[in-house]
């Protein structure tokens, strides 16, 4: 049950687009078509934004997509606003009734 | 509307034990498989314990196994992990989540802080 790998921080301007990588391993990512993203303000709850790779929970806006290649999964926002700024965190089912989370990435909106 | 709202967090001493409870409304509970998930200070979200709707079928990260139980009661919607043999990395906000692998943690709760400490 290792991490996944997340940077540990990303930016961007309003406008602009940005992308998060979330590298596994092949046991995990790289197996399982069952990544999932999470936004998260501190001080809130965590919100789902992207589960199976690449679907987007009904009011989650589609500025936000996801992607996997390999054993790396990508988290794209685009159109960067400021309330964009959070951390977020992938996760992925590991196998064997388990589920690993990467170590975040904190967004900063420039 | 789906709310979840963790309790029974506190400071507790290492090899002491503690029990979390979480309340959940808006949505058929007995239906659900829920999960615990935690986040210690400065570091990522752990998955710690799930638990199938009914119960019946409890899973747990490594690093908890042995320690913490995971159990729910369907008459009441609410969920309680039972800690016991606490350490001082067990501190850390402790969150109840909506959800199972594939479809993710759909909903979350605000979290409920554990600080295990001499």
């Known amino acids: 049950q290792s991490a996944l790998t997340q940077p540990p921080s990303a930016s961007g301007s309003p406008g602009q687009s940005v992308t998060i990588s979330c590298t596994g391993t092949?046991?995990?990512?790289?197996?399982?078509?069952?990544v999932s993203w999470y936004q998260h303000h501190p001080g809130k709850a965590p919100k789902l934004l992207i589960y199976?790779?690449?679907k987007r929970p009904s009011g989650v806006p589609d500025r936000f997509s996801g992607s996997k290649s390999g054993n790396t999964a990508s988290l794209t926002v685009s159109g960067l606003q400021a309330e964009d700024e959070a951390d977020y965190h992938c996760?992925?089912?590991?196998?064997?009734?388990?589920?690993?989370f990467g170590g975040g990435t904190k967004l900063t909106v420039l | 509307q789906v709310h979840l709202v963790e309790s029974g967090g506190g400071v507790v001493q290492p090899g002491q034990s503690l029990r979390l409870s979480c309340a959940a409304s808006?949505?058929?509970?007995?239906?659900?498989?829920m999960q615990w998930v935690r986040q210690g200070p400065g570091k990522g979200l752990e998955w710690v314990a799930a638990?199938?709707?009914?119960?019946?079928?409890?899973y747990y990260a490594d690093s908890v196994k042995g320690r913490f139980t995971f159990s729910r009661d369907n008459s009441r919607n609410t969920l309680f992990l039972q800690m016991t043999s606490l350490r001082t990395e067990d501190t850390a906000v402790y969150y109840c989540?909506?959800?199972?692998?594939?479809?993710?943690?759909?909903?979350w709760g605000q979290g409920t802080m554990v600080t295990v400490s001499s």
């Open positions: 989540a909506k959800g199972w692998w594939m479809e993710g943690l759909e909903n």
């Open positions: 808006g949505f058929s509970f007995s239906s659900y498989g």
């Open positions: 638990i199938s709707h009914d119960g019946n079928n409890k």
């Open positions: 092949s046991s995990d990512v790289g197996y399982y078509n069952y």
């Open positions: 199976e790779v690449r």
């Open positions: 996760s992925s089912y590991a196998g064997s009734n388990t589920l690993v």
